[in-house]
DNA sequence: TTTTGACTTAGAGTTAACTTTAAGTGGTAG
DNA sequence: CTACCACTTAAAGTTAACTCTAAGTCAAAA
């Protein structure tokens, strides 16, 4: 493993999947901080690039950049704000667990509906069978 | 089951947990059709209710007001629309999967930096342990 | 050496899906 | 009767998270 290698701003963006100017965007709200060089260009290490990738992953999470932020300070002030950290992913934690409930519970509804198109198609279902009649099959738990 | 009951506005707003505003906006859009009585003021069904918890469900999905509009532009013409809106749902299905699949693998690394915490204010996990290295324990598929 | 890429700041533009306002009219419930 | 709710159109405002531009300077790759 090379954890060595500096990356200029435009191949640090391929590698991330980021654009330059959202690798400057971020770096103005504080979420990352590039090192320079002697002429004042950034450079990014492997190091930045796992920071990044997890960064990513709490974005795709439902964290918003108020978070992020909110999170990124809690880690400049050290370990003793280890307690406050785990208590902001928590919260965020739960918001994105219900999230994804919900969002299969009406996944659930639309595959019921592709079903009964299905249904429809293939004469399975009879013609005057509305949907809502169709659903309440399913709807042994409400 | 009282399927006759009408509605104004304000009253179907609380009815589907929606704003009078976007009831309005909706209506213009062309995904509610709602009745006028003799002085041309709105009123709703417990069809038109069924109708919405519906649209609803299909945006929870993550279906958007283009796609919502098209589907309404085919239910308008009739059963030999069927497959064209079964093909559109199809869609909108296969991105909420790999939405919701996306969603849950950053959540699950969101679940071991808590867990990770955890540790480390238990102090079951070294201080000098990185996430890092401790996600590598989590790591045997990838 | 020419083109490509990086630097700066401040601010404008983008996107989706609402959300609200204005400004005036006119039913309706308590 | 009075407060409240509904009606209209057109347009502006909101929010988050980017995304891009301008305008000029300067370094580096081909």
Redesign the pocket.
Known sequence: MDTTREY??????KLVG???????????EGLIQ?H????????YTTQDSRWVGFLLHL?GT???????KQYVQLRAQGDQTIAQRKALLRQVQTRCRNEIAERKANLTILNHKIDWYDGKLTHEISDDESFADYLKKFNENS
């Open positions: 200029k701003i435009g191949d640090f963006a980021l654009t330059t100017f959202t690798l400057r965007y971020y770096e103005n590039p320079r060089n002697r002429n004042g260009r950034r450079f974005k439902g964290m918003t950049m108020t978070e992020l």
